[in-house]
């Protein structure tokens, strides 16, 4: 069993140990998850990879705080953190009232935010009220439709400086830790040696502090398509359907159930 981390245990990795973070949406794969992992991310992803939705706008805190709760049960000694959704971080007491429905309603020990700038007087505002907040700069998928498409920063001059910004912003806000996604290395480079907060990069090179991937995409399960960032590390999906298709053929030929999946008299 894994010691539980900590805001204070995940911030003294940086330098230290690469930190391990995956997205977790239910209990089951949250309790086969959580031991190789630091942090499990309850990501609004969720929407995507098993709501089928296009993008992730339509979570909502209902949807966030369910899934969140699940993941706690399924692994108590998890760090557990909740993305907080599209719409629900519009202004600082909106972004309290709905931190707090999260802290109350589950066990999760920090909330994540996309955004930079123009977020960080709402993050102090929700630090100073004893929330925890990861930050989320770079590629911000929550403003995919408002941006015209999921653009990688860093490529010119204006986005290098924008993202570097917004980091220093957050970090100086009170966040404890962020995550960068979609960037150029060398900006994910500039901006991990540019914070003392731990960087978890997701599409940004090797340079940061740790990495995140979507526990679906990882385990080969989404198919839908591969972002370049993605390293599948099982087959899940062909795996999965042959398991289904060999039952449905063990039924069929009434292989299954045999003596030993039946209860005697
Ligand atoms: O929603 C999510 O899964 C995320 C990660 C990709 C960082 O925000």
Known sequence: MRKKETITTIKAA?????????TAYDALFASLL??????????????????????????????MIYHTRAVCN??????????????????PDEALANCV?????????AVKIEG???RAPLIRH???NAIAVMGHVGLKPQSVRSEGGYIVQGRDEESFKKVLEDARAVEAAG??????????PDLAEAVTKAVKIPVIGIGAGRATDGQVLVWSDMLGF???????FVKRYLNGAELVRNAAKTYAEEVKEGKFPEDMHTYGK
Do not use: W, Y
């Open 14 to 22: 940086k330098g230290e140990r690469k930190l391990v973070m995956l």
């Open 34 to 63: 959580h031991e190789a992992a630091d942090m499990l991310l309850v990501g609004d992803s969720l929407n995507m990879s098993f709501l089928g939705e296009p993008d992730t706008l339509s979570a909502t805190m209902e949807q």
């Open 74 to 91: 399924g692994a108590p000694e998890a760090f557990v953190i909740c993305d907080m959704p599209f719409g629900s971080v519009n202004t």
């Open 101 to 109: 429905k999260v802290f109350q309603q589950t066990r999760a020990d």
């Open 116 to 118: 930079g700038t123009e």
């Open 126 to 128: 929700l630090v100073d």
């Open 175 to 184: 966040a404890f830790a962020l995550v960068i996604e979609g960037v150029t």
């Open 222 to 228: 989404f198919e839908a398509f591969k972002p370049k």
